[in-house]
């Protein structure tokens, strides 16, 4: 494969694997193609536009477009898709869903499609581990365990994963799925839990705690998920599903404890708020089929939740234009206003 098309790749994971891709394998070329909601941000690859100018093409597109999408295929001569593109906020989704009916199945239908006409070598979904639904203490989930959707999010992605492995079945598309858990570090919208707190700290803004704060996370390091995505790329088995995770879980209230004790911050920031409708109490990861291929991940929770409030303290330039902006604004309004326990 050579020429790749990146489809949501100015978001948070994709922006990172677009970096990660094109310093590792020089005769890489890459497309980013994205709809440029309100997650995406040109900005998450602006040293990339700098330093990889002839190998980086930028289109803003949706991958619902199947006309736009069909050209791009074409014009770009692509051999390999990799869909990071979705709706990804749980909180979003319960607010509405049909953006991510719209997207994270729909869409994914018209890019299997595009991948069916132009014989792809691979076409990689991006999925996670909240597919298969709140998992009892003890218990680690593997990628042949059933479905057990819980929030409108969760149920898009499941939509797409059976549209991917239906592909595969019945057509050949060579696909490959990687399911992995919570991502932490540079380029995450603000909305979700680690960079919210992070930032809100940052500014003594009380951090909203959902309910009890007893939720368990496996918190990844963005690079770590996406080494362990170009392994699955390179060296994963058509039809085949990974998870990617740590393995190792953490308590909610754990990690707002400790941004507060990275950023020198009051425990009393922490504000109890009414919990999530549905809050999948917790999730785990057994990672021993993507290790099987040589995968490891680098980081500790410890060690990436370090990094990523450095980057954050470092990088005031990204965040806070976003947080400031109307957007964000009347969503966090919305979201928190009166919740308070
Ligand atoms: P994100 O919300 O930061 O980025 C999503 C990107 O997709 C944005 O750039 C957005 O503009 C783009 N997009 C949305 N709808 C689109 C459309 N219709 N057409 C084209 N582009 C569109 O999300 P993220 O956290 O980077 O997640 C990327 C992928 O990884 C998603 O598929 C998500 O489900 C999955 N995932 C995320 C996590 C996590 O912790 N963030 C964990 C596991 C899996
Ligand atoms: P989030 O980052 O939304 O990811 P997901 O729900 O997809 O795992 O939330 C991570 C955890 O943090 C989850 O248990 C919900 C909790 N949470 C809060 O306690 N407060 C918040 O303000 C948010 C956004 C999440």
Redesign the pocket.
């Known amino acids: 494969m050579r020429n790749l098309l990146i489809?949501?790749?100015?978001?948070?994971?994709?922006?990172?694997f677009v970096r990660y891709m094109l310093e590792k394998y020089p005769d890489y070329r890459l497309v980013v193609?994205?709809?440029?909601?309100?997650?995406?941000?040109l900005d998450?690859l602006k040293d990339v536009a700098q330093r990889f100018a002839g190998r980086y093409t930028f289109i803003q597109?949706?991958?619902?477009?199947a006309a736009k999408v069909d050209e791009v295929m074409r014009e770009h001569e692509i051999d390999a898709i990799v869909?990071?593109?979705?709706?990804?906020?749980v909180d979003r989704s319960l607010m509405g869903a049909g953006?991510f009916i719209?997207?994270?199945v729909y869409?994914t239908y018209v890019l299997l499609e595009a991948a069916k006409k132009y014989g792809v070598e691979r076409y990689h979904?991006?999925?996670?581990?909240?597919v298969y639904g709140e998992i009892p203490e003890g218990y680690s989930s593997v990628e042949t365990d059933p479905l057990h959707t819980r929030s409108p999010?969760s149920a898009s992605?499941a939509g797409?994963d059976l549209m991917c492995i239906a592909y595969f079945t019945s057509f050949g598309v060579p696909v490959t799925i990687?399911?992995?858990?919570?991502?932490?570090g540079p380029?995450?919208?603000p909305e979700?839990v680690v960079p919210l707190f992070i930032t809100n700290a940052i500014d003594d803004i009380p951090l909203p705690l959902y309910g009890d704060g007893r939720q368990m996370r496996d918190?990844?390091y963005?690079l770590d998920?996406c080494e362990g995505i170009d392994v699955v790329l390179h060296r994963g088995q058509p039809g085949e599903i990974y998870n990617?995770g740590t393995g190792v879980e953490t308590q909610n209230i754990v990690m707002a404890r400790r941004i507060l004790d990275l950023l020198g911050k009051p425990y009393s920031l922490i504000q109890p708020v009414k919990d999530r409708p549905g809050h999948d109490r917790r999730y785990s990861l057994n990672c021993d089929k993507l290790k099987a291929l040589g995968w490891e991940s680098r980081h500790t929770f410890e060690q990436a939740l370090e990094k990523t409030v450095r980057w954050y303290v470092e990088n005031e330039w990204w965040w806070r234009p976003i947080k400031s902006g109307a957007h964000f604004e009347e969503y966090y309004t919305r979201q928190y206003q009166g919740r308070e326990i």
Request: hydrophobic residues 25%.
């Open positions: 489809t949501g790749g100015a978001g948070f994971i994709g922006s990172n193609y994205d709809k440029l909601t309100y997650a995406g941000n998450n597109g949706d991958i619902a477009d869909n990071f593109a979705a709706e990804t906020h953006s719209q997207t994270d869409g979904q991006i999925s996670t581990d909240e999010y992605k797409g990687t399911r992995g858990s919570n991502n932490i380029y995450q919208y979700k918190y990844q963005v998920h990617v």
